[in-house]
């Protein structure tokens, strides 16, 4: 089992494992940050979850639905490094959340910013740092999370990388479609 392990490893393009180990590190962060609100929410008495059981079954669902993204992105990885279809479709989609979740939290810290009046306001501890300055690092921090996204989606749609993905598949190399003369430019390599 591990040698089928490290043989599907060594043929995976290192793209591909930058991906599935940025998506284990994503994935981590995720359920870190689920475990904590599991705790707030059930453990303690916290003013950020109130005792209202609409409230407590919103934050309850949100955490199940982060605890359901964590195992689809552990059956991605695995998937990754096997070179499975279906892996490369999921992290594409898994992208494509990345980069709408991401980018919406960016954009709504910055509609934040300039809609509220405590842009210019300092920090008590660091007089020369103001909160909008934070809103800004914090918004530059999502949208970097939000170009990871895009770099999924456009890595794992190349014609090379649908081709590694295909080959592991039928177990025999593909003739290149652009030697053969019919080229898929389908955005999601879907046709």
């Given at each position: 089992m591990l040698n089928a392990m490290v043989r599907d490893r060594a043929g995976a393009p290192p793209g591909?494992?930058?991906?599935?180990?940025i998506l284990g590190v994503m994935a981590f962060i995720a359920l870190l940050i689920a475990a904590c609100a599991a705790y707030v929410m059930f453990a303690t008495n916290s003013a950020l979850i109130p005792r209202?059981?609409?409230?407590?079954?919103?934050?309850g669902g949100l955490d199940a639905l982060v605890v359901a993204l964590?195992?689809?992105?552990?059956?991605?990885?695995?998937?990754?490094?096997r070179l499975k279809i279906w892996a490369r479709y999921s992290i594409t989609l898994l992208g494509l959340l990345d980069l709408l979740v991401f980018a919406f939290m960016a954009a709504g810290v910055l509609v934040v910013r300039v809609k509220s009046g405590m842009a210019a306001m300092t920090v008590p501890n660091n007089p020369g740092l103001t909160l909008g300055e934070i809103m800004v690092g914090l918004a530059c921090l999502y949208g970097v999370l939000a170009l990871i996204g895009v770099w999924w989606m456009?890595?794992?749609?190349?014609?090379?990388?649908r081709l590694v993905f295909a080959e592991s598949r039928n177990e025999v190399p593909l003739v290149s479609r652009e030697t053969s003369g019919a080229s898929n430019k389908s955005f999601l390599g879907l046709s």
């Open positions: 591909v494992i930058i991906a599935a180990a209202i059981p609409s409230v407590r079954m919103a934050a964590v195992i689809l992105s552990a059956a991605t990885i695995v998937g990754l490094f456009i890595y794992f749609n190349t014609e090379r990388i």
